[in-house]
């Protein structure tokens, strides 16, 4: 089965950042998509940053020159280096793994469990 582990959320104060982690298992990561989600109470969950398996990534306009999505696909992990962080980027953040089957026009996505980020002085 698909597997996904968050790490790296906590508590951490306006201007400060962090590092997230999401290690994969039970496919084979190089051929994936990676992407960072996050959702805050009483809000849709939205699209951080995304990284295609050719390397291109893509970002909200909200985190752009703030956030780093990486992968390192020898690890089978992707990362979300988070700098400058402001109050408004609490969340959880959830890792999710994409996969489009061009056969059948389908995508297929698998979810991590979610990390908790909480940006508060």
């Known amino acids: 089965q698909m597997h996904l582990a968050e790490s790296g959320g906590g508590l951490v104060q306006p201007g400060g950042s962090l590092r997230l982690s999401c290690a994969a298992s039970?496919?084979?990561?190089?051929?994936?998509?990676m992407a960072w989600y996050r959702q805050a109470p009483g809000n849709q969950r939205e699209l951080v940053a995304r990284?295609?398996?050719?390397?291109?990534?893509n970002y909200a306009d909200s985190v752009k020159g703030r956030f780093t999505i990486s992968r390192d696909n020898a690890k089978n992990t992707v990362y979300l280096q988070m700098n400058s962080l402001k109050p408004e980027d609490t969340a959880i953040y959830y890792c999710?793994?994409?996969?489009?089957?061009?056969?059948?026009?389908?995508?297929?996505?698998?979810w991590g469990q979610g990390t908790q980020v909480t940006v508060s002085s």
């Open positions: 990284i295609a398996v050719d390397g291109i990534t």
């Open positions: 039970g496919g084979i990561f190089s051929i994936y998509h």
């Open positions: 999710n793994m994409g996969l489009l089957a061009s056969a059948s026009g389908l995508y297929y996505a698998y």
